[in-house]
């Protein structure tokens, strides 16, 4: 009989810290966020509509949103490789990051860089679809890799001698962190994803 009560606590136990686990995995910390109607590129800001992402302060890796947007789409493999979705937890079910790294790698997306190092060690990407849907999340960039590991940062990544934190437009970004001397945007303020396309047409007019 005892022996009974013993097991059966054990594995009420094992399902309390199971159901504990998944809990602070899946659903813990996790904040909604809508009501975005532009996303920061560099120095400029984008428009999007119909956002739903979730964000959290306990990581910049726990941002994922999708949305809508008329951006120009343009088929380019230049952050194929380096765009890797994480895997957003399961209530989040519009973010599918097995799906999109597929439709990365075979061409049905773009993968477009929206901002390097804010928060610092962190890189914004977006993977654009040509029917404007949209889905954004962060990653961890060389620059972070280095200084989280305390490793020598590489050639060309700013310093991360002063972090601030900033308040912005509640509408756009809850909180961001940037270093003091963050990376420089793109020459006159135009996002990176677009430089391609701005190249294109100069070419075509030359």
């Known amino acids: ?34 009501g975005v109607t532009e996303v920061r590129s560099y120095d400029a800001f984008l428009p999007v509509s119909d ?40 209530f989040f079910s519009c973010f599918d990051a097995g799906k999109i790294t597929a439709d990365l790698e075979t061409g049905n997306a773009a993968a477009v860089l929206l ?33 989280f590991s305390g490793n020598d940062l590489p050639e060309g990544c700013p310093e991360p001698t002063t972090i601030i934190i900033e308040e912005t437009d509640p509408t756009a970004v809850i909180k961001e962190s940037k270093a003091s001397e963050p990376v420089k945007p793109t020459p006159n303020t135009v996002p990176r994803f677009l430089q391609g396309r701005k190249n294109q047409e100069m070419n075509n007019h030359g």
């Open 115 to 147: 901002d390097e190092n804010r928060p610092y060690g962190f890189n914004t990407y977006v993977a654009q679809y040509p029917d404007g849907r949209a889905f954004m999340w962060r990653q961890i960039n060389a620059c972070g890799d280095a200084w």
């Open 51 to 90: 956002y739903s992402g979730i964000d959290a302060d306990t990581s910049p890796l726990k941002m994922r949103a999708c949305f809508q947007v008329d951006w120009d789409y343009v088929q380019s493999g230049t952050f194929k490789k380096e765009a890797t979705p994480l895997r957003a937890p399961r």
């Open 1 to 34: 009989m005892n022996g009974k009560v013993i097991i059966t606590g054990l594995l009420g136990v094992a399902l309390i810290t199971g159901a504990g686990l998944w809990y602070s995995i899946e659903r813990a910390y996790y904040t909604s966020v809508t």
